[in-house]
């Protein structure tokens, strides 16, 4: 009943390739998209939209730039932490050096710098693959920690060794520093998340996603067709920086507004995100979206039933916590491995058949 | 999976209550590789409040409600915790936590509420013209730092020329903080200052130690926290560094880190900005009031504790300055924004403190509108493994304002302007 292709008549190739084949799925996104971006900044509470939803948009996006590459393109990389550390690093020092400077477009360039640098730690996937990739990766992710920690000129050699986001307005609304409303943050995250979701929708559809596939799926078979996997590898490593990068400068501007390194760019972030597109879903957007919002409304959801409405003290609840999300991912590795997202996409097979199963 | 948020957090807005009391908050954490100090400090903080609602009914008639959010010392989950609360009209925050605290300046002063940093937190904040809703009183960073340096020079002879400290660190925020300091005292006093960063959550120190042992310092200044400290003095046994010549700050200096090693502690010293010790009349209360009847938080293994008293201490200074703000407005429901009129016409004298059941347990102290930092008198204690307690070995140093009041003026300066914030200035 839901999910049919059937009565939906493609009449020209526009409308044959659009991004939503299917009508019902297409006005689901619509009316989605419709309720994020015109109902929800008036109805959030403050502590909702700081809490909740910014967090939620801003690890969708390091999903998908974490997705492009390990999902989509297979190579493995723990190094989300410290690419986001370099879009941090990148929109301060932008930020300081250029006040004037649109701080849409700090964002923008500061994703720019991190796919550089992305690349940059890119180039051994072309000799090392799998595990040995991803020590590559965890050498990455320390050495750049390190690096905003030791070198002085990153953090401006501020005392705390700290940064810290100035105000930066955009439409003459503060969108950074404390002033900033909670409703104007989150409408410039939500710009960068349906810019990018739609981005990655389209690129996994086109010639470079189907070629990161095809590395994905066998790199030898590909090359052989004629995939180019040096240009394949570093243009998946160059994407996927680049959300990441976008991810860590609003994570660090627009959410956070002070950040120090080694706290809020370690190894817990990468892996954070790595858990996300693996609950969520490898090689999915919708998995991406899933994976984020269920690694941040997990936590909320845990402490709200069992520390406000039952009771029990905090530092149980937070125990509690690592337990279940432990054993969560355990359980999707075993269970559904492909995460969410197939459990999203059994759903709809159901769909279409119901109520009508045989 | 938007109308799964929107109902989701639909939810959660109802979930939260609505507090006709004096709602308290206190950030927790409980979990995590800091909580051995996050836990006494806890303690403490709430079972005072529950003593004062067993006792008194609360604060000037009206009860404290205690809400606890756990944030495991991690500054994202503390800021969270911060925008849930601060909307059910907390009074107070404070969170124990250098990191979390250089997040808050801003928010309080945004959301007027007070943000008390009881011996951490941004030494220059004690500029109560620039940051009116932020207090570090009784003592903060550079006052202990002084005064390290001064005990150690008395140690060493009266001179500290052509000696080589060690400034061995947390490297965040709170480690840093002092470093100003120490290299204008390094300057005055000619010794080498050696800096020795170690990162969170400072549990594996395997590359340190061996650099400490080649380097060999005189002294070492130990400014750890968590599981830091504890990793720290017992590697300096195993390379067997002596002990007197290790000094923590009042944050390395927690019985729970130094009980398990016994002998091998004794002798350390540490820097302290209140009395050491459980003999205080509180305690009469605290036992028939809270631990009798079963209501004490945690699991009573720490009481008297040096972080305990501190808890005990920061929940003292936050009731009186409530106290004092119901008297100044005539009013026992009192808002956020009266609370800080209390807190900055806090006076605490010696008398004050018996009163309290704490005779004696800081130097008295009187905060006003351009100084929310107090006293900043600091003493120190050693530890003596025999009678496995501190010994405060000897008197209050005096702040030297000469050398830090113009540091706090640029500091603090320095910080306004990277953060935006505008000096409200005082009448």
Redesign the interface.
């Known amino acids: 009943m839901f999910y049919r292709e059937a009565g939906d008549y493609k009449t020209s190739y526009v409308d044959d390739s659009q991004t939503f084949p299917i009508a019902l799925d297409r006005r689901i996104y619509m009316a989605a998209a419709v309720l994020a971006f015109l109902v929800v900044p008036f109805v959030m509470t403050d502590y909702l939209v700081n809490a909740i939803m910014m967090p939620f948009l801003i690890f969708a996006i390091a999903a998908l730039g974490l997705n492009i590459l390990t999902g989509y393109c297979g190579q493995v990389s723990l190094g989300t932490g410290g690419f986001m550390a370099v879009g941090a690093y990148s929109t301060y020092k932008l930020m300081t050096a250029f006040p004037d400077l649109n701080i849409f477009f700090i964002v923008i360039l500061s994703g720019i710098i991190t796919a550089g640098v992305g690349v940059l730690f890119g180039l051994p996937s072309l000799r090392i693959k799998g595990f040995y990739l991803a020590v590559a990766t965890l050498a990455a992710q320390f050495f750049l920690v390190w690096m905003f920690n030791k070198v002085g000129w990153f953090y401006n050699y501020s005392a705390s060794g700290q940064i810290s986001a100035p105000e930066r307005t955009v439409l003459g609304q503060a969108v950074t520093g404390a002033n900033a409303a909670p409703w104007v943050s989150y409408l410039f995250c939500l710009v960068f998340v349906f810019a990018l979701a739609w981005l990655t929708r389209n690129l996994t559809r086109g010639r470079i996603g189907r070629s990161w596939m095809a590395i994905r799926d066998m790199d030898i078979a590909a090359e052989i067709i004629g995939v180019n996997p040096l240009r394949t590898k570093l243009s998946a490593f160059a994407i996927s920086s680049f959300y990441i990068g976008i991810s860590g400068s609003l994570f660090f501007a627009v959410y956070l507004g002070a950040a120090e390194v080694g706290e809020a760019f370690g190894i817990q972030k990468s892996f954070l995100v790595l858990f996300m597109i693996i609950i969520g879903g490898l090689g999915s957007i919708f998995g991406s979206f899933a994976g984020a919002a269920f690694m941040v409304l997990l936590p909320v959801i845990l402490k709200l039933f069992f520390a406000d409405f039952i009771g029990w003290p905090t530092d149980l609840v937070a125990h509690l916590n690592f337990i279940i999300v432990g054993g969560l991912i355990v359980f999707f590795l075993i269970v559904e491995p492909h995460g969410l997202a197939a459990l999203w996409r059994t759903i709809k097979e159901k769909l279409r058949l119901w109520p009508f199963p045989h | 999976?938007?109308?799964?948020?929107?109902t989701?957090?639909l939810?959660?807005?109802i979930?939260?209550p609505a507090f006709a009391d004096l709602t308290m908050v206190s950030l927790?954490y409980?979990?995590g590789p800091y909580a051995a100090g996050g836990v006494p400090f806890s303690d403490g903080y709430a079972d005072y409040f529950t003593m004062l609602n067993e006792r008194d009914g609360g604060i000037g008639g009206e009860r404290v409600e205690l809400l606890?959010?756990?944030f495991?010392y991690?500054?994202?989950r503390g800021?969270?915790c911060y925008?849930?609360t601060v909307?059910q009209g907390a009074l107070v925050y404070q969170p124990l936590s250098t990191?979390l605290t250089?997040?808050l300046i801003?928010?309080v002063?945004?959301d007027e509420v007070v943000l008390h940093t009881m011996g951490y937190g941004?030494t220059a904040a004690s500029d109560g013209a620039t940051y009116p809703y932020v207090f570090n009183f009784p003592a903060h960073y550079w006052d202990g730092a002084v005064a390290q340096i001064a005990y150690l020079k008395e140690q060493n002879g009266g001179s500290l020329a052509g000696t080589r400290i060690m400034h061995m660190h947390h490297?965040?925020?709170y480690g840093?903080?002092p470093?100003?300091t120490l290299e204008a005292l390094a300057e005055i006093e000619g010794f080498e200052l050696l800096s020795m960063?170690i990162?969170?959550p400072g549990e594996d120190q395997s590359a340190i130690w061996p650099v400490v042992e080649a380097e060999n310092p005189d002294f070492i200044l130990l400014w750890g926290w968590g599981v830091m400290n504890r990793v720290a003095l017992e590697s300096a046994v195993e390379i067997g560094y002596p002990m007197d010549q290790m000094m923590g700050i009042w944050w390395s200096a927690a019985e729970s880190d130094l009980k398990p090693m016994r002998d091998a502690a004794h002798g350390y010293t540490s820097v302290t900005f209140h009395a050491v010790g459980d003999n205080f009349a509180i305690f009469n209360d605290l036992n028939e009031l809270v631990y009798q009847r079963d209501l004490a938080r945690g699991r009573m293994n720490n009481i008297g504790e040096a972080l305990y008293n501190r808890g005990v201490a920061a929940a003292i200074y936050a009731a009186e300055a409530i106290r004092l703000a119901q008297s100044i407005h005539s009013v026992s429901d009192v808002t956020p924004a009266m609370v800080r009129d209390g807190y900055e016409q806090l006076t605490m004298t010696a008398e004050d403190f018996e009163t309290l059941g704490m005779e004696g347990f800081t130097p008295p102290m009187e905060i006003t509108c351009t100084d929310h930092g107090g006293g900043g008198l600091v003493a120190v204690a050693q530890w003596d493994s025999t009678l496995r307690k501190w010994q405060q070995v000897t008197d209050y140093y005096a702040p030297n304002d000469a050398l830090i009041e113009p540091q706090i003026e640029s500091?603090s300066a320095?910080?306004a302007q990277?953060?935006?914030i505008t000096p409200a200035g005082c009448p």
């Open positions: 999976m938007f109308r799964f948020i929107a989701a957090s939810a959660a807005s979930a939260v927790t409980r979990t606890e959010c756990e495991g991690n500054t994202e800021v969270a925008e849930e909307d990191g250089l997040e801003e928010r002063q945004q941004l490297n965040s925020g840093r903080e470093l100003p960063p990162d969170h500091a320095a910080f990277s953060r935006g």
